[in-house]
């Protein structure tokens, strides 16, 4: 009872802040959700844990999410892609179906969507995941079934229906080496929901193979041109019952509206400030009527606003007349300048709360703060080690689980793709990049690698692709090759003087790399 108390203050603390957010912003009212309302109340969709037209906005309110999400975007997606072959032995003996496969994959990835590319797709699906934490994908096919498109839905506007009662046989298909095998497993489908401008469009779940109206949602006869289309949804995990993900900073919400709250109140100081610079005060008397009005009207009109910030006060005053002391013995009316500057504050308020609010956020993405720009006391040495840790334990993880994805449900589920996998690049740790190149200097001089072997690394190494070298000195250490005589069958001898001089040029590039270090 004590935690839905605590997260009912929270969504209105919420939308309070959002709605104040949204009147200093620009003036515009943020839309209620009325329009899944009526779904909510008929049980045909799931709302979602927070109001998510409220989650979007907060990247408008905070000075710092904005910076954390782009960081997780670019580092996680906007490397590009490539393909690489599961087992080299078994593509050697099936060569015509691995360059068809290549040409399978190149051409789809190359051509998704016919407005954006595959990683203007991906970036705003990482956006969506940590802002919201849940994406979608629609899944176009073409008349023969097979999957021909992608297009990004905004997750604002999708919602998760209830599963359905009933499971369906699907084939799940399983690649061991070459073969390709089908076995049918029970699921349980769910509908998908999109709401614009007060317009529902209906989406089956990915995978279901059940025809549906996309007007109506319903399974019974579809017409021609109303077959609803298939959503891919992707989410962060989230530990609670509801299917629909959570951000990994949503725990960090008090301190994300708290600092914003806080540059609200140094924002305001320069409108509403009441200390003057100076006072310049008549002693020895007592203030006239006039002089009382004076003080009053200039607190209340003439202090306030920037263009007052260098206002003085005048206090006037007169001898006391009702004294019973002669007239010599009175004493003179005094004229003093009292400054004030040491009760203005000097700085803005709450910077130690701010900058620990921040300091928070950054915890709840695991991020350095060089990737915000928040720390300035980095060196190379320390800038090099908080990338790698990043790399490491945050950004590989997110994409080796997205490459996971897409080897499942589109290469091996859907295109029946044998011998590649996808792999998303990341960016180039020269660091570490040059110790493996130390090791693998030591390894080439032991003769414990052959020039193929070294192919993926240098390619790494000067950011292109470089195939394997079909020669026969390319699959045999180059030092055990040169004391076998450098005997190569004559029908590649000609061949073998450009790739030997390519070899001793790759080698040349690593040692090189190695002697910049």
């Known amino acids: 009872m004590r935690l839905r108390k605590v997260r009912a203050s929270i969504l209105t603390t919420l939308r309070k802040s959002i709605s104040e957010v949204s ?67 078994l593509a050697k003996k099936n060569q015509e179906r691995v360059e068809e496969e290549w040409k399978q994959l190149d051409g789809f990835f190359k051509f998704v969507n016919p407005r ?27 008349s023969k079934g097979e999957i021909a498109g992608i297009e990004y839905l905004p997750a604002v506007e999708m919602r998760i229906c209830p ?18 095998a089908a076995i049918k497993v029970s699921r349980r489908f769910r509908k998908y929901v999109q709401v614009r401008n007060q317009r529902k469009v209906w989406f089956k ?48 919400l008090p301190d994300l509206i708290g600092s914003r709250k806080a540059q609200e109140v140094n924002l305001l100081f320069f409108d509403n400030k009441s200390i003057p610079p100076l006072v310049i005060m008549v002693s020895g008397g007592h203030l006239t009527k006039q002089a009382i009005k004076k003080l009053e009207d200039f607190f209340a009109t003439q202090l306030k606003g920037v263009e007052n910030f260098h206002n003085s006060l005048i206090l006037e ?6 004294t019973a002391l002669p007239e010599d013995k009175i004493a003179p009316v005094k004229i003093e300048i009292l400054p004030l500057e040491q009760y203005i504050k000097e700085d803005a308020l ?59 449900f589109f290469l091996q589920q859907e295109m029946g793709i044998r011998f590649w996998e996808f792999r998303s690049r990341g960016p180039s740790m020269m660091d570490v990049q040059l110790e493996k190149a130390k090791a693998i200097a030591q390894l080439v001089n032991s003769g414990a690698v052959t020039p193929n072997e070294l192919r993926d690394f240098v390619g790494d190494l000067l950011g292109k692709e470089l195939e394997p070298m079909e020669y026969d000195f390319a699959d045999v250490p180059i030092n055990v090759y040169l004391q076998m005589g450098g005997i190569m069958p004559q029908k590649k001898m000609q061949k073998s003087v450009s790739s030997k001089e390519e070899l001793i040029q790759l080698l040349k590039t690593i040692r090189s790399r190695v002697l910049e270090e």
């Not at 912003?25 to 109340?41: G, H, N, T, V």
């Not at 904005?66 to 599961?86: D, P, R, Y």
């Not at 991906?122 to 979608?136: F, I, P, Q, S, V």
């Not at 005053?317 to 009702?322: G, L, T």
């Open 317 to 322: 005053a007169e001898p006391f007349q009702d």
């Open 163 to 180: 599963q359905d009662k009933e499971p369906v046989k699907v084939e799940i298909k399983t690649i061991e080496e070459t073969k390709i």
């Open 23 to 89: 009147n200093i912003i620009d003036s515009r009212k943020i839309a209620d959700e009325d329009e899944f309302e009526k779904l909510y109340e008929q049980g045909m969709a799931i709302a979602p844990p927070y109001p998510l037209r409220a989650l979007a906005r907060l990247i408008e309110y905070n000075n710092t999410l904005e910076q954390c999400i782009s960081a997780m975007e670019i580092n996680c997606e906007s490397f590009g892609h490539t393909f690489v072959l599961k087992n080299e032995e």
């Open 116 to 142: 954006e590319s595959f990683i203007d797709i991906r970036r705003k699906t990482r956006r969506d995941l940590e802002l919201l934490g849940n994406a979608y994908w629609e899944i176009l096919r073409n």
């Open 205 to 252: 779940e990915f995978g279901d193979p059940r025809p549906m109206n996309y007007e109506t949602g319903e399974r019974t006869s579809v017409p021609n041109g109303k077959e609803a289309t298939e959503v891919l949804h992707l989410r962060l995990h989230n530990a609670s019952a509801s299917p629909y993900g959570l951000p990994r900073w949503i725990g960090q």
């Open 350 to 408: 709450f910077q130690g709360y701010i900058k620990l609010c921040q300091k928070n956020l950054l915890s709840a993405f695991r991020l350095p703060p060089i990737y915000v720009g928040a720390s300035d006391d980095y060196n190379r040495a320390t800038s090099q080690s908080a990338r790698r840790i990043a790399e490491e334990q945050v950004f590989a993880p997110e994409r080796h689980r997205f490459d996971w994805m897409i080897n499942r």
